[in-house]
């Protein structure tokens, strides 16, 4: 208990800018002293009197360090996206398929929304597409690689929303996988394979995550490599979300070591062909943007960024709403873990001109009510930000 508690005030310490000396001296103690507190070492729990002194110094409320739970609770997920989750529980009604080509163009119509940042209108048209591309898929490959595809799609927009459709999401992408092997199609394989990792990572098996992408992509990579862009986004994908999975444990030399290699191959493979393969976006600009991220999940925000100014702000448009979006969060991320509060409020209002469904995501609520809490005089901007995200003011 006491380490936890060691652990929340290390947490807000780095949020207000401070450093272990600066805090001690706010509390009358030495950084050795702090570091101590931190680090769960001070004593077996600290008692009420040095958890209060600690409160006042951070400016928060005393529950913010008794307890993990956020100021405003975690939303419950859109009515849309709740409903995709149920139907993925729910057995597939009697009836008939559709054409190949019919299905196709419903399922194009959901990565394109998706891309778009369309969330709610994506699950809703994947909860009464899911059933039609099962019954579809018993009848053609191609069609067994539609539904693998609409399995992809759900289980990306389930783990947008957190906890609560975690196990959904990882069900669609075991289903993703199974009918990516029913057709026999390498890509579909790889790019079901993508979602497992993610649902490996969700489940804080880090290791594990690693060790899956890179197998996969090891014994994909000869088929994936004859299937041309299409192909090689999705191993080039492959790395990449191993390089995150990498980063799950914190920082180490080992997991810079891992993410630094697996964003090397993966630029290697950007390389080959920079074209970006059907709706992964797939090429040297999104390794950046990965390397960015990967930088921030590594506590390294002020490189995060450093790497992130970097890149062309003309390649960056050129990417889909969605893909911009999740980078100006990331932005916004280090930029607050940066002291510079003013450039964080301003990423996050971009992201949300993009895509305003992005900030709905319980991650992004944290950050906004996170950020409401260091600034000392919110601005008109910031609060209605809030508000319009449905958070407290």
Partial sequence: MHDQVGRRIAYWREHRGLTQAELGRLMGQSRRWVQDLEGGHRQTDP?????????????VPLARLMADEPANAEPTPPPEVSALADVLVTPIPDGEGVQVTALEKRITYCCQAWAAGHYTAVARELTAVLPVAHRTAETTSAAAVLLSRAYQLSASL??????????????????????AQQAGDAVAMGAAA???????????????AVGYATDT?????????????AGLSTLGMLYLVAAVAATGD?????AIST????????????????????FTEFGLTNVQLHEADVLLRLDDAWSALETARKIEP????????????????????????TRRREDAIRDLLNAERLAPEELRRPDVLRLVAELLELVPTPSAKLTGLARRCGLQT
């Avoid at 914190?250 to 080992?254: A, K, T, V």
């Avoid at 191959?265 to 920079?274: K, M, S, Y």
């Fill in 217 to 229: 992509a090891t014994t994909l990579r000869p088929d994936l490599e004859r299937h041309g862009p």
């Fill in 314 to 337: 003309q390649a960056v448009r050129k990417l889909s709403r969605e893909r911009q979006s999740r980078f100006l969060i990331t932005t916004a991320r280090a930029a607050a873990l």
């Fill in 158 to 179: 389930l783990f947008k929303f957190g906890a609560a459709t975690r196990t959904p999401a990882v069900l669609a992408a075991d289903r993703a996988l199974a009918a």
């Fill in 47 to 59: 008692r009420l009197s040095v958890l209060l002194r600690a409160a006042v110094a951070l400016r």
């Fill in 259 to 278: 993410a630094t290699e697996q964003l090397e191959t993966a630029r290697e493979v950007a390389l080959i062909d920079e074209r970006s393969g059907d």
């Fill in 194 to 208: 993508r979602r497992v990792t993610r649902g490996l990572i969700h489940q804080r098996r880090y290791a594990a």
């Fill in 250 to 254: 914190g920082r180490s030399q080992h």
